[in-house]
Structure formats: structure tokens, C-alpha cells
């Protein structure tokens, strides 16, 4: 008998599978637009009182500026307002995919522009008022670093914590704690032990770093992890180089309880399973709708720089071909940009396969049941989720999907679950 059950996880059943920053997100780009906006409209009334012809093409390009953050602020309000729409199978989630990968589109156009207005230009030298054009160009500058300032946040600047303190001396670098999965400290009359599950390039173990100048013999060295099932394991202990590592590995999932035998003293710590992002980067929160509207400005920003470079080159030393070549550059960098943005959000709006952390993952928690996975796909569901369907053979009649919802739910970024499981003896019938 076979059976197929959907499991929603922590992202409830309504499917919203929007970013942690996705509303303070969207009030970023429309403050930027209003920023925009404003200097467009100025430089276009500006240069017509004026006579200014390139204040005014400056004004027209701000316009398209700020078109481009306009896609990203409605992408946004979309989302949120149809999050629980029905009619989106798994969510809006990748509505800001769809918005960057468009972005991406308009960027490789400007860049085409750009490139072919430059190439045009070291052709056929056209006089230049370096001047003016350096003035607007400086305000350029100075209102994509206030852009780039409105749209920068946490999401820019990414950090890590444990949840406990680094600051103890077990005799080991401090380089080394920042890869433990886990670290449970254990004080004893000898001295205060850290216990951790370590698994940065190799299959899980446990590790143990003693005290300074305290030394433990393996023999003197138990570990026992209780699962909440009640499954029970015991791992031995070898010496290594300055800390004593488990003789096992360690099963999928790292949830359970350890009794530790030390010096004849048993003592107990508690392990959970959750998102590691140094070392499996289950869970990939970039926001691509972010990352396009910050990677416009930055380009753009970019762009004043190499001009005021450029014509302030030209002006003193009469080279004219190096305003046309700053733009060149802009151009190459621009493009770059905009085919790194292209790759990603392509990749997520087919559905490419993600980041094989999450679905190494999966597969190891799966596997380590005993039972035969024979169909597996992970694709992501927006920012900071992921989807996931699994087929499995079990030999244990009584392993229902529940069995393999309870095995996966801590797992960081996975939102949805559908879990199909064969019997042995359907398979064979």
C-alpha cells in the first residue's frame, strides 16, 4: 500500500513562503523611488530653465533608474498582497526572482547601450563641456551612494551566532569553534569540557576538547545518545591532536540527548537540529528582488565613477578617448553583474536543483532510517525556502509519511514536504 502525504511545516498551510525581510524590503526600493523621482524631476525642469541638454539626458536616465526600482517595489507589494492566493500553487514566493531576473534583462540592456554609445564615441570624438558634465555627474554619484545607503540592511551584512559564548580557552583556536555544528559545555571538578558535533569536510563525529593540562584516557570516555524514539547508540573515543574525536559517525538527524561518562561522572547535554549556514547552506535567504535593485544602483554608481574619472582625465590632459573608455569598462562591469543575476534567478525560475547542502541533507537523514530513497527533488520556494518530495521504500510496515515528517521538521528552510512511501511487498506485487 502506498501513501502520499503534503506537509507544510513552519510555513503554515496558506503557502507564504516570502523572505524574513520582504515587507521592510519593499518600503526600502519606494523611499528609493521617491529619492529618484525627485532628482529626476529636477534635472529635467532644471536643464530645460537652463538650457542644459545633458542635464536633461541625465534626468531622462534617472527615469529609467528609477522604472527599474519600480519593478522591484511592485514585485514586492504583489506578493504580499496575493500571498495566500490559492491560485499560486506554492506561493509568491519567486515573484522577486521573476522581478530580478527582469532587472537582470534591463541591466545587460544598458550595458549594451552604454557600450555601443561609448565605441561610437572613441570613433568619432564629439566635444564635451567637462565642466557640466562633471557636476552631474558628481550628483549622480552622490544620489546612488544615498540609494545604496536606503537599501542596505541586514540583508547585506551577514552574521552567525551559536547562541553561546566563544570566550572560554579549551586549548583549541579560535578558528576551529567558529566550524563546530554544535558545542555543549560541560563543567566538571576538572575543569569546564566542550562536546561538539563536528562536520566541516567530513561525516559527522562527535568532538571533545579537555581542560588545559587535564588528561583523559579514552578508556575513561563514554558517550550515549538517546533519540527521542528511544533509539540508543555508544560511541568510543580516539586521541587526536589536541582533542579527542568520536570512533562513529554520527546518524542524521543531530536532535537527541547525550549521557557522557567523564572521569566516572556521568553528564548530560542536549543536542538540536537546526540551520547551520557556514557549512550546509540549507537555508538560502537572498533576496534576488534586493539584490537586482541594490545591484542598479551600485552599477550606476559605478558608471559616475569611471566617468568623473574619465573626463576629469580628459579635461586636463586633453584624452578625449578616455571618457568614451571609462564607459567601455562601465559597460563589462555592468554586464558581469547582470549575468551573475541572469544565471541565479534563471536557475530558480526553472526550478534548477539548489545548493546540494539541503538535498545531501535530506538524503542522509532519509537513508540513515534504513529504508531505500528512490525519488528525490528539492527546488526553492523563495527566499529562505525550500520544497521537497521524497519517495521511499520501507521494510516497516508501521513507517508511515508522519515517520519521515517527524525525521525532517527541524531541518532549517524546509517548508513544504510531500512524503510518498512504498511498502516492501506493494513494490514486489
Known sequence: MNELVHSP????????????GHDSNGRKTWAVIVLC???????IIGGSLFGSLALVADGLHMSTHAGAMLIAALAYSYARKHANDPQFVFG????????????????????????YEAIARLLSPVPIHFTEAIWIAVVGLF??????????GDEHHHGHSHGHSHGHDHGHSHEEHLHDDEVRHISTPAGEFALSVFEEGVPPVFRLHTP??????????????????????????????????STSTIPEPHAFQVRITLQQAEYSVEFTEHDHAHDDHTADTRDHNMRAAYIHVIADAAVSVLAIIGLML???????????????????????WSYG?????????????PDTGMINKVRSIVTATGDQLIDLHVWRLGPGHFGAVVSVISNEPQR??????????NMNGLSHLTVEVHTAESVRL
Open 9 to 20: 511545516f513552519a510555513a503554515g498551510h496558506n503557502h507564504v513562503f516570502l523572505g524574513a
Open 37 to 43: 523621482s525627485i532628482m529626476m524631476i529636477a534635472e
Open 92 to 115: 509568491t514566493g519567486k515573484l522577486g526572482d521573476l522581478a530580478g531576473f527582469t532587472s537582470a534583462i534591463i541591466l545587460a540592456m544598458i550595458a549594451l547601450l552604454i557600450g
Open 143 to 152: 544620489v546612488n551612494i544615498a540609494s545604496a545607503w536606503l537599501l542596505s
Open 212 to 245: 588545559r593540562h587535564t588528561r583523559l584516557s579514552v578508556q575513561e570516555i563514554t558517550a550515549i545518545t538517546i533519540r527521542p524514539d528511544g533509539a540508543q547508540q555508544t560511541f568510543s573515543f580516539a586521541q587526536k591532536s589536541g582533542y579527542l574525536e
Open 314 to 336: 580628459a579635461k586636463t590632459f586633453g584624452w578625449l578617448w578616455m571618457d568614451p573608455l571609462a564607459g567601455i569598462v562601465g559597460a563589462l562591469v555592468i554586464a558581469n
Open 341 to 353: 543575476l541572469i544565471r541565479d534567478t534563471g536557475a530558480i525560475l526553472v526550478d534548477r536543483s
Open 400 to 409: 508511515g509519511p508522519g515517520y519521515y515528517h517527524t525525521a525532517l521538521q
